[in-house]
C-alpha cells in the first residue's frame, strides 16, 4: 500500500519549515510592535458559524467547505477562514466587556474543497488580524497599513494595495438597484454561479472569476455611496497619506463575503503566482458580531495567504535569515571516550549550545563530514588517550586551527 499526502495538501520539511518559521517570527514581531494579541481557536467550529459569519451566497459556504458529522451527529466544519471564529470567540468570552478595542491576530491552517493549482490549495495558512470594537477610519488605515507593513519586513517586492468602499447598508441598497439594472439584460449570457448571485447578492457578481471582462461598464459604487459611507471613506484614504502608505481605489472591488461593509481591500502582487496575483485581502464588518449572536459591535480585518508568500520569496530569491549552524559536533574515538562525549554532550546541550553527536558508529571521517553538513563552528575530538589525561580536542571548522583543552573547561573554550 502506498500513501500519498491528500490531494492539495503540503508537507513542510526541514529546510522549507526554517522559511515558514522565518515568516511567523516577522509576524509576531510585527503584531507586537501594533499591539496586536495572538488568539488561538478551534480548527473546526459548527458549520451554522460559518453559514452565518461568511455568508449563504458566498463560494466558500456553497461549495468550499470540508464539513462532517460528528459521532453526536452535529454538523461541524474545518474552518475556512479565520475571522468567524475569533469574532465568535470575542462574542463568547465577553470580550466586548473590555475596555480598549479588541486588536487580535492569528496564524494557522484553514481548509478549503478548491481545485488544487500553484497557490491554491486544500489546507492552507493564513496569518490574520482582526480589531474590534472601533468605527474609527484611522484604524481601517491601520489594518491595511499592517499588510503592507508585513510584506515590507519579510522582504517582499511589488506589493501594492487597491481600496474601496462597499457602503454601509442603505448605500448598498441604492448600489444594487442600479447594479440589477445593469446586470439584468446580460442575465442570459452569465455564468450558472452568477446567475444565482444576481437574486440572492448581486455585488457578488463583480467578484466572479469568469465573467470578469464583462463588467469593465457596471456602474461604480463610489456614486452610490451615501454621506457617512463617503466620509468614512475619505477619511480612511487621509490617515492612509499621513502614514505615507500609497493605495489605489478599485471601484469594482467586493470581497467574497457577505458581511462585509464600509472599507474592502486587497493585497496585490506586481510578480503573480499564475493566474493569481492578490495574496490577501481584508475589509469592514460592522454587521458580523450581532450576526453571530454578540451586541452590535464593528470590526475590521485582514488575512495574508502564507503559501503564496513563500512561493513569492522563492521567486525573488529573498534573502531568509533561516540558518540554523550547530554550535558544536561531538566526535569519541574509542568506547571509553564515547560514554564521557555522551556525558559533554548532555552538559553543553543544558548550557545552551547547540550540539550533536553520531549515532550510526561511524568512522571519524564520515563523521568529520557530517560536522562539515550541519555547519558545526566546532568540532570536538575525544579519543581514550586524551581522556585519560583529562584533556579534549576543540577544532574550528572556519579557521581549520585545533586546540587542545582541558575537559573541564571545554564549555568556556566553546564561548
Ligand atoms: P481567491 O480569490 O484567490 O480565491 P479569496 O477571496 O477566496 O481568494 P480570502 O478568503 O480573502 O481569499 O483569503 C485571503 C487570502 O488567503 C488570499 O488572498 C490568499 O492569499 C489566501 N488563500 C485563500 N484561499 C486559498 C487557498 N485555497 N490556497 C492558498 N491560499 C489561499
Ligand atoms: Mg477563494
Keep these: 500500500m502506498d500513501f500519498q499526502k491528500p490531494k492539495g495538501t503540503l508537507d513542510f520539511l526541514p529546510g522549507t519549515?526554517?522559511?515558514?518559521?522565518?515568516?511567523?517570527?516577522?509576524?509576531?514581531?510585527?503584531?507586537?510592535?501594533?499591539?496586536?494579541?495572538?488568539?488561538?481557536?478551534?480548527i473546526f467550529e459548527y458549520?451554522?458559524?460559518?453559514?452565518?459569519?461568511?455568508?449563504?451566497?458566498?463560494?466558500?459556504?456553497?461549495?468550499?467547505?470540508?464539513?462532517?458529522?460528528?459521532?453526536?451527529?452535529?454538523?461541524?466544519?474545518?474552518?475556512?477562514?479565520?475571522?468567524?471564529?475569533?469574532?465568535?470567540?470575542?462574542?463568547?468570552?465577553?470580550?466586548?466587556?473590555?475596555?480598549?478595542?479588541?486588536?487580535?491576530?492569528?496564524?494557522?491552517?484553514?481548509?478549503?474543497?478548491?481545485?488544487?493549482?500553484?497557490?491554491?490549495?486544500?489546507?492552507?495558512?493564513q496569518f490574520g488580524i482582526e480589531a474590534i470594537g472601533s468605527v474609527e477610519p484611522a484604524i481601517d488605515a491601520e489594518v491595511i497599513a499592517f499588510g503592507l507593513q508585513f510584506f515590507e519586513d519579510i522582504g517582499l517586492k511589488g506589493t501594492s494595495v487597491e481600496i474601496n468602499s462597499v457602503g454601509n447598508t442603505a448605500s448598498r441598497e441604492a448600489y444594487n438597484e442600479r447594479l440589477l439594472a445593469f446586470l439584468n439584460p446580460m442575465r442570459d449570457s452569465l455564468c450558472k454561479d452568477c446567475q444565482n448571485r444576481i437574486d440572492r447578492n448581486p455585488l457578488r457578481v463583480l467578484d466572479c472569476k469568469v465573467d470578469h471582462d464583462k463588467f469593465a461598464d457596471a456602474p461604480s459604487i463610489l456614486d452610490?455611496?451615501?454621506?457617512?459611507?463617503?466620509?468614512?471613506?475619505?477619511?480612511?484614504?487621509?490617515?492612509?497619506?499621513?502614514?505615507?502608505?500609497?493605495?489605489?481605489?478599485?471601484?469594482?472591488?467586493?470581497?467574497?463575503?457577505?458581511y462585509y461593509t464600509l472599507t474592502a481591500f486587497e493585497f496585490k502582487t506586481q510578480s503573480g503566482i499564475g493566474a493569481i496575483d492578490t495574496i490577501g485581502g481584508g475589509g469592514r464588518y460592522n454587521k458580523l458580531v450581532a450576526e453571530v449572536g454578540g451586541p452590535d459591535q464593528p470590526g475590521i480585518g485582514m488575512a495574508i495567504g502564507m503559501e503564496r508568500l513563500q512561493l513569492l520569496l522563492a521567486d525573488q530569491q529573498t534573502e531568509i535569515d533561516d540558518?540554523?549552524?550547530?554550535?558544536?559536533?561531538?566526535?569519541?574515538?574509542?568506547?571509553?571516550?564515547?560514554?564521557?562525549?555522551?556525558?559533554?554532550?548532555?552538559?553543553?546541550?543544558?548550557l545552551g549550545f547547540s550540539a550533536e553527536r553520531d549515532y550510526l558508529d561511524r568512522k571519524m571521517k564520515a563523521q568529520m563530514?557530517?560536522?562539515?553538513?550541519?555547519?558545526?563552528?566546532y568540532t570536538v575530538i575525544l579519543?581514550?588517550?586524551?581522556?585519560?589525561?583529562?584533556?579534549?580536542?576543540?577544532?574550528?571548522?572556519?579557521?581549520?586551527?585545533?586546540?587542545?583543552?582541558?575537559?573541564?573547561?571545554?564549555?568556556?573554550?566553546?564561548?
Design 383 to 415: 579519543g581514550d588517550d586524551e581522556l585519560e589525561r583529562g584533556e579534549i580536542a576543540v577544532k574550528s571548522m572556519e579557521t581549520r586551527e585545533q586546540v587542545t583543552v582541558k575537559l573541564e573547561d571545554l564549555a568556556s573554550a566553546l564561548k
Design 369 to 377: 563530514k557530517s560536522a562539515d553538513r550541519l555547519e558545526a563552528r
Design 224 to 258: 452610490s455611496l451615501d454621506e457617512e459611507s463617503l466620509t468614512h471613506f475619505e477619511a480612511v484614504q487621509r490617515n492612509l497619506t499621513a502614514m505615507g502608505v500609497a493605495y489605489t481605489i478599485n471601484p469594482r472591488l467586493v470581497r467574497g463575503l457577505d
Design 47 to 125: 458549520t451554522q458559524l460559518f453559514q452565518r459569519g461568511v455568508g449563504e451566497t458566498t463560494d466558500i459556504v456553497q461549495k468550499e467547505m470540508f464539513s462532517f458529522q460528528d459521532m453526536g451527529g452535529r454538523n461541524m466544519t474545518l474552518r475556512p477562514e479565520g475571522t468567524a471564529g475569533v469574532v465568535r470567540a470575542y462574542v463568547e468570552n465577553k470580550l466586548f466587556g473590555e475596555p480598549d478595542v479588541s486588536k487580535l491576530f492569528y496564524i494557522g491552517p484553514m481548509f478549503r474543497q478548491e481545485r488544487p493549482q500553484a497557490g491554491r490549495y486544500r489546507q492552507f495558512h
Design 323 to 350: 540558518k540554523r549552524p550547530l554550535d558544536v559536533y561531538l566526535i569519541a574515538l574509542g568506547e571509553k571516550a564515547s560514554a564521557e562525549i555522551t556525558k559533554q554532550l548532555h552538559a553543553l546541550r543544558k
Design 17 to 42: 519549515v526554517e522559511k515558514w518559521q522565518y515568516v511567523e517570527r516577522k509576524a509576531h514581531d510585527l503584531a507586537r510592535r501594533f499591539n496586536y494579541r495572538e488568539v488561538r481557536t478551534p
